[in-house]
């Protein structure tokens, strides 16, 4: 993976956490929860790979039309 192509997929999984982050959390109880990093990280991680994988397809269906 070039440098370009590596920034381009930092910058999502920033963009995933700040979004994560920002979306207010409640229990049942009506009151927002406090925020647990490593959730959003690893919910980012995984956020990233499927879009990873989803590219990796779209561009061989490209390829092969």
């Known amino acids: 993976m070039d440098k370009k192509e590596q920034n381009k997929w930092e910058e999502r999984h920033f963009q995933i956490c700040i979004a994560l982050i920002s979306r207010p959390n ?3 109880y009506g009151n927002s929860t ?3 990093f490593g959730d959003i990280i690893n919910k980012a991680d995984r956020m ?3 879009l ?3 590219e990796a397809d779209q561009m061989a ?4 039309d």
Do not use: D, Q
């Open 61 to 64: 269906k490209y390829e092969n």
């Open 52 to 54: 990873k994988e989803r």
């Open 34 to 36: 406090p925020v647990n």
């Open 26 to 28: 409640f229990n049942p």
């Open 48 to 50: 990233v790979a499927l």
